[in-house]
């Protein structure tokens, strides 16, 4: 039983920071999708 809410905790712990870390790779591809898009007009 406690393991289960052990995992559970886990999980609700670590789901913002994949959340976020998540975020953060999707900025930072637009990001470089962006540059890449600027430097081919120029």
Not at 3 to 8: D, F, G, I, Q, S
Not at 13 to 27: D, E, G, Q, R, T
Not at 29 to 40: E, G, M, P, T, Y
């Amino acid at each position: 039983m406690f393991k289960v809410l052990a995992v559970l905790l886990n999980a609700a712990l670590n789901k913002p920071f994949f959340m976020l870390s998540s975020a953060v790779i999707a900025a930072e591809f637009f990001a470089a999708n962006d540059s890449s898009h600027l430097q081919s007009l120029h």
